[in-house]
């Protein structure tokens, strides 16, 4: 198992008279590597599961808080994500992948039209803003590819995609994926049609 480097996590708050202070500053207690794919693993310094809360000091991402894949729809994750290169995964990387991540069915979702072309392919019902902060990786979707490198950001719109990572380094990545309403691609296709119509009739 390769040691990933840990991610510094400031969190602020208030004290009992309103006052900004910080409450905790070090690594982030949520984070996980991957046993079977060297380099492979994220960090949450931060989740919402509900209305947000300004008022308590409660941390919800503990390093022992069972922490979904995936945020549903008005959730948010924060994630540092570290991406190893293509050639260190193993042969059945699609399925480690999304076994070690409980996303089979985002999987499934995301094969529909990728042909096979990637082991990431996956989709979730989600904005993901995706920054890259080093190194460099290549994303992937049906129709096309774009690579990002550090600083570079992508607006993931619930479309199904790819991080391949065609360099000899580590990607690290941050995300902040946000829930939306439950969508597959064809009732978005569906959708953009009745649009194109409703404009066509006006």
Known sequence: MTTRPPVRRVV??????????ILSDGPAPNHWSSDLIPGFGATVPWLTQGPIDHVTDQDPATADADLPSFPGPGETILRIADFPPDSVYPDEADSVIFSEIDGHEEAEAGAE???GKHFWFHRTDSLDYAVVLDGEITLLVDEGETTLRAGDIAVQRATSHAWSNRTDRTARMLFVLIGTEPLSAAEIAARRQEHA??????
């Open 12 to 21: 602020t708050g208030h004290d009992d008279q309103g006052r900004a202070i």
């Open 113 to 115: 039209h990728s042909n």
């Open 197 to 202: 119509h409703s404009l066509e009739r006006t």
